[in-house]
């Protein structure tokens, strides 16, 4: 049972959900519409184009999301967030879209405010790095990011306060 159990959580660490996994040509996601092609899934040139699989199979993304299983989570906090969320949210969600129009497995999985902080979790561990560095880039404040080896998961963490005159003095 042990070693069953052990065996298991290897092959979540060595198989990051799927993503490696091969599928067969032309399958398409029920859910998003997304075809591999060439071991790879894009989205596809043509709409109406059906699935050659018999079964429903689920692209990897679409997998994540049904799961509520990330591959990278980005957590923002601090007084500055709150006086420039609109501007925040606007430059995260340009990424997303950004991303998922070039890619069917980079995409956004949840959004939601959790004790202070806006917590956004992704299909994809880059997708979610490039999140967190482009919030750095633009505007500032600290950044840690957490990335274990072993996994494809990552952890950003992007935190700002409002600098107070009394500090600054
Ligand atoms: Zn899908």
Redesign the pocket.
């Known amino acids: 049972m042990q070693k069953r159990m052990n065996k298991l959580i290897q092959e979540r660490i060595h198989d990051p959900y799927y993503e490696d996994k091969k599928y067969p040509e032309g399958t398409v996601?029920p859910?998003?519409g997304?075809i591999c092609e060439e071991g790879r899934w894009v989205w596809p040139e043509d709409k109406s184009k059906k699935s050659n699989s018999e079964e429903e199979i689920?692209?990897p993304?679409?997998k994540r999301i049904r799961d509520k299983y990330p591959a990278g989570i980005v957590s923002l906090s601090g007084s500055y967030l709150w006086s420039h969320k609109e501007e925040i949210l606007n430059l995260v969600n340009n990424i997303i879209e950004e991303e998922r129009k070039r890619s069917?497995l980079k995409r956004l999985i949840n959004i939601e405010e959790r004790d202070g902080a806006i917590v956004l979790s992704f299909t994809n561990d880059k997708l979610a790095r490039r999140v967190g560095e482009s919030i750095y880039r633009a505007h500032k404040g600290e950044i840690d990011i957490k990335y274990p080896e072993e996994e494809k998961f990552v952890s950003v963490f992007w935190h700002r306060d409002e600098e107070s005159k009394e500090e600054i003095t």
């Open positions: 996601c859910r998003c997304a689920l692209c993304a679409c069917p």
